[in-house]
């Protein structure tokens, strides 16, 4: 199937390089006003202005007419924990009544608590639930999707977890890439015993998840009350010797020291980085590991942003995703996401864009598949509502403006997968 989409008012995303941006680069947003695009298969087969178009050179099967509107690469969400058993809304209305942490984990709230419901759920439960959550970011422009494990928290519902993960790879259209968070909170009969954890996790864990090839990363929440920098250097160090690249949950709650550990052990990206401090924004800014900022979790929690202008400026390399997880972000709609990072975190349109899509995909290793559109990458963007501008796009931030999703080359519908 070749199939031309044209009349597209604004055809954007196209970056030359399928390398990360960082600094004043993260500003410039190549696009076309006015264009054509090809695709044949699953591929992207050509672009450029409607001007320049001559049907001669092509044999056209399908057309598609975008009727001005923008054609934009899939969103690229790096940071997802997508497959849980069960919603907390209770929990978001105890933390709007005022109940602390300790509180609402007594009252059943918390990740060991999500862990409990999850080793309860038989794992084709686990995957529709997930597989519906799957649509419906993919209806909000989500082409390639991280998900983590570790709210299994044992050797069978962690592997239960990444098998649903896989499967969803399979059944999907969408690039999925899998982490192993076994190192997520140490599970009640480890409180006192946060050794005997880390030995399951490094002799018993790591080894069955490689040999069933269940992951491509690992990862750890380097936090206060949670995995120490020294322990999570451990457990990463571990996977990196099984073939796991490490990428870590680092300065949400409290300045963790996991900037640095990630930074050393040349991780793929350190994510949250909510709390900040100087020499940490200098470890990452020398570095070339992505920080992934989440604006979802910072609003849900009302606690403060990443200083993402800040991160830019000093030439960090950043990304955004959702955090889409039950406790802390009930969402993964990346626009929501990049209107957040303009609104909240002052990131320019261009710069939230590129980091949700192009650093993504780099935050993935996928910057050779998807993240901008580019000749003989997927096929996966969506077509939007025609707009005066990219910044209308954050600003118009409760419209829903996608009217068409391509994956693979093909049009998505809810009911396609
Ligand atoms: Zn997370």
Redesign the pocket.
């Known amino acids: 199937m070749t199939c031309l989409y044209y009349n597209i008012g604004f055809l954007g995303g196209l970056h030359p390089l399928n390398t990360p941006l960082r600094g004043a680069e993260l500003a410039v947003y190549p696009s076309i006003n006015d264009a054509y695009l090809i695709t044949e298969g699953n591929k992207i087969m050509a672009y450029g202005s409607m001007q320049d178009f001559s049907p001669a050179n092509y044999s056209i099967t399908h057309r598609v007419d975008v009727n001005k509107g923008a054609l934009l690469p899939s969103w690229c969400d790096s940071?997802?924990?997508i497959v849980f058993a069960g919603s907390r809304e209770n929990e978001f209305v105890d933390k709007i009544k005022g109940l602390s942490y300790a509180e609402i984990a007594a009252k059943g709230g918390g990740i060991l608590n999500s862990a409990i419901k999850l080793q309860q759920t038989d794992s084709q439960e686990l995957y529709e639930l997930a597989l519906e959550r799957v649509r419906e970011v993919v209806q909000a422009g989500t082409g390639a999707i991280e998900i983590?494990s570790?709210y299994g928290l044992t050797l069978e519902a962690e592997l239960k977890m990444l098998r649903v993960i896989k499967r969803l790879k399979e059944n999907t259209p969408v690039l999925i890439r899998a982490t192993f968070?076994g190192a997520?909170a140490f599970p009640t009969i480890y409180k006192n015993n946060p050794d005997g954890y880390i030995k399951l996790l490094l002799t018993e864990m790591i080894p069955a998840i490689v040999k069933e090839d269940l992951a491509e990363y690992i990862?750890v929440?380097c936090e206060e009350g949670f995995f120490s920098p020294a322990q999570t250097a451990l457990i990463c160090e571990a996977g990196i010797k099984a073939g796991l690249r490490p990428r870590i949950?680092a300065n949400?709650l409290a300045i963790s020291g996991g900037v640095q550990v990630g930074v050393t052990l040349g991780a793929i990206s350190v994510?949250?980085l909510e709390s900040m401090d100087e020499a940490a924004m200098k470890a990452l800014s020398s570095s070339s590991t992505i920080g992934t900022l989440?604006p979802n979790?910072s609003y849900f929690l009302r606690m403060q942003d990443a200083p993402a202008r800040k991160l830019i400026d000093n030439g960090s390399i950043i990304a955004l995703a959702s955090?889409f997880?039950p406790g802390?972000?009930p969402s993964g709609n990346m626009n929501g996401v990049v209107a957040q990072a303009c609104i909240r975190m002052r990131m320019l349109p261009e710069e939230a864009f590129n980091a949700a899509t192009i650093n993504g995909a780099c935050a993935m290793e996928l910057e050779n598949q998807c993240g901008s559109i580019q000749v003989g990458k997927i096929a996966n963007f969506f077509i939007t509502k025609p707009i005066p501008s990219l910044a209308y796009y954050p600003y118009a931030f409760g419209s829903n403006l996608i009217t068409k999703v391509v994956l693979q080359g093909k049009e998505i519908h809810h009911s396609s997968f």
């Open positions: 940071h997802t924990h983590k570790g968070l997520h990862d929440f949950h949400q994510d949250h989440l979790a955090d997880n802390s972000a």
